[in-house]
């Protein structure tokens, strides 16, 4: 069993920066990758980053490469999300999930909306 409890997501300005975490608990040692994706209104979840537990390989979607770091803290149980040069376009809820058995997102946190005044 893994929770997922994402945070830090607020209002920010266009070309502002802004840090979500996901703090994971439970059998931890059972995950393999942690992703995060996002919705916005009316609109298909997309993936945005992932991460292997390891850390080791990271997965970046297009529109994000060069503006957003997926990383862990290896001293925690924590996944972060650095986001910097938003844009409006980057307006959604975002959600932290987990790879838990096979290769498949299992495990889902509450979201936390990122809203992103142009």
């Known amino acids: 069993q893994v929770q997922l409890v994402e945070s830090g997501g607020e209002l920010v300005q266009a070309g502002g920066s802004l840090r979500l975490s996901c703090a994971a608990s439970?059998?931890?040692?059972?995950?393999?990758?942690v992703a995060w994706f996002r919705q916005g209104p009316g609109k298909e979840r997309e993936i945005v980053a992932s991460i292997s537990w390891s850390g080791g390989s990271t997965y970046y979607r297009d529109s994000v490469k060069g503006r957003f770091t997926i990383f862990r803290d290896n001293a925690k149980t924590m996944v972060y999300l650095q986001m910097n040069s938003l844009r409006s376009e980057d307006t959604a809820i975002y959600y932290c999930a987990a790879q838990v058995v096979q290769n498949t997102y299992d495990c889902w946190g509450q979201g936390t909306q990122v809203t992103v005044s142009s």
């Open positions: 439970g059998r931890t040692f059972n995950i393999y990758r």
